[in-house]
Nanobody, 116 residues
Framework: QVQLVESGGALVQPGGSLRLSCAASGFTFSTNAMRWYRQAPGKERELVAF????????TYAESVKGRFTISRDNAKNTVDLQMNSLKPEDTAVYYCNALVLFRNYWGQGTQVTVSS
């Protein structure tokens, strides 16, 4: 019954911004760290951003540092990814991820395409 639902993916021009959101249910959201991953065609899935359960600590992939910001609202059971200064190489399917009782759960993914 763990559910993760991403939204917000779209086609955007280079240099533009986009905000992704993940709605979580079926577990105690406030006690779990959350992650955003992405996967481009022909490439391995990579960790983009990480946030601790209380939202006090964050980690980013080197390629997105200074451009992306992960945040969470434990009252609403959501985790967001603000994406600024987007580049074509950011094009990928973005996934929300949670580790719950030693099992990984994934959303369905949302497509982000950066192109002129």
């Amino acid at each position: 019954q763990v559910q993760l639902v991403e939204s917000g993916g779209a086609l955007v021009q280079p240099g533009g911004s986009l905000r992704l959101s993940c709605a979580a249910s079926g577990f105690t959201f406030s006690t779990n760290a959350m992650r955003w991953y992405r996967q481009a065609p022909g490439k391995e899935r990579e960790l983009v951003a990480f946030i601790t359960s209380a939202g006090l600590g964050t980690t980013y992939a080197e390629s997105v540092k200074g451009r992306f910001t992960i945040s969470r609202d434990n009252a609403k059971n959501t985790v967001d990814l603000q994406m600024n200064s987007l580049k074509p190489e950011d094009t990928a399917v973005y996934y929300c991820n949670a580790l719950v009782l030693f099992r990984n759960y994934w959303g369905q993914g949302t497509q982000v395409t950066v192109s002129s």
